[in-house]
Every structure is written in structure tokens, then in C-alpha cells.
């Protein structure tokens, strides 16, 4: 009877140990699937520590840009004539800035983008003026000379926003 008991609890003991290698076996699995998976994930955001105006120190998650954030400027250089501009189309993307240099070579003329409100001074013969705006919004917009019946006349061209 005794060799019994002893076999049972030899047994025993065995099995307990087998389970807690196979529990110890396992942790270590999950501890390593867990470094690996953190090693392959990259960390955009960066930790900045701030000093209060008291002396203390705070951590702070600066959050980075991502591309589709930064956007262009785009600059054109149009010209203006008697009654026309050089120019009858510029494109630019949504979220551009857009920088436009006009420069008036002949006669009495501005130019002048209602949708973006977006205007030029009247510009003598040689003289040059500059708009710029943020094309926030998709379509096309027409850009004019407001002086007398000049946009009647076909001094007009396109913006296209895409």
C-alpha cells in the first residue's frame, strides 16, 4: 500500500511540474510574440518633457505631421494686355496656396478672383501686384479685369482646383 501512495504522489509531483513548465513555456512565448510586435511597430509620436512655470516637468505628445497635411505654393506669373490676359488657364490643388504675380503690360487693369476674395490694385503700364490665397475649396473660378467692360471684352481665364 505504501508503494502505492509513494507512485501517487510521486506522479503528482510530476504532473505539477510538467504544468508549470508548460505555463512558464507559454509566458516566455507571449513575451517574446509582444517584443517583437512593439520592435516592428514605428513610433511617430515623440515625448517631450515641459518645465512648468513653477519648475515642474510634464511630459507632452507631439503628434507628427503627416504628408497629406503639408500642402504647395504655387505661383503664377500672368500677364495683362488690351483685353487679354497670357494666360487663360492655371491649376493648382486643394489645399495650395497660390501665389499669383500680376504684371500689366499694356493699358489700365487688375485682375480679381471673387470666389477666393482675392483682388489686385489697378496697375498702370510696368507696374506689378501680387494675391495669394489658400485654395481651399475644388471647381473652377474664373479671374478678371474689373475695369470697365474689360471682362466683357474676354479678359478672363480659369483657375481649376482639383
Known amino acids: 500500500m505504501r508503494n502505492f501512495s509513494n507512485r ?3 506522479s503528482g509531483v510530476v504532473i505539477i511540474v510538467g504544468v508549470m513548465i508548460a505555463g512558464l513555456m507559454q509566458i516566455s512565448s507571449n513575451k517574446e510574440q509582444a517584443l517583437e510586435d512593439s520592435s ?4 511617430t509620436t515623440l515625448e517631450q518633457p515641459v518645465i512648468g512655470s513653477e519648475g515642474e516637468v510634464s511630459d ?3 503628434e507628427p505631421i ?3 497635411e503639408q500642402s504647395q505654393t504655387k505661383v503664377f506669373t500672368v500677364v495683362g494686355k488690351n483685353f487679354s490676359f497670357d494666360q487663360s488657364e ?6 495650395d496656396t497660390v501665389k499669383i504675380i500680376f504684371k500689366n503690360e499694356e493699358g489700365f487693369h487688375d485682375l480679381v478672383l471673387d470666389e477666393f476674395n482675392a483682388k489686385t490694385s ?8 501680387e494675391i495669394e ?3 481651399d475649396k475644388t471647381g473652377s473660378f474664373e479671374y478678371y479685369c474689373s475695369v470697365g467692360t474689360h ?8 483657375l481649376i482646383v482639383e
Open 8 to 10: 501517487f504522489i510521486i
Open 40 to 43: 516592428n511597430q514605428k513610433d
Open 60 to 62: 507632452v505628445v507631439v
Open 66 to 68: 503627416t504628408d497629406t
Open 90 to 95: 492655371i491649376r493648382a490643388q486643394k489645399g
Open 122 to 129: 489697378r496697375l498702370s503700364v510696368g507696374e506689378s501686384a
Open 133 to 135: 490665397f489658400v485654395a
Open 151 to 158: 471682362r466683357q471684352m474676354g479678359m478672363k481665364g480659369l
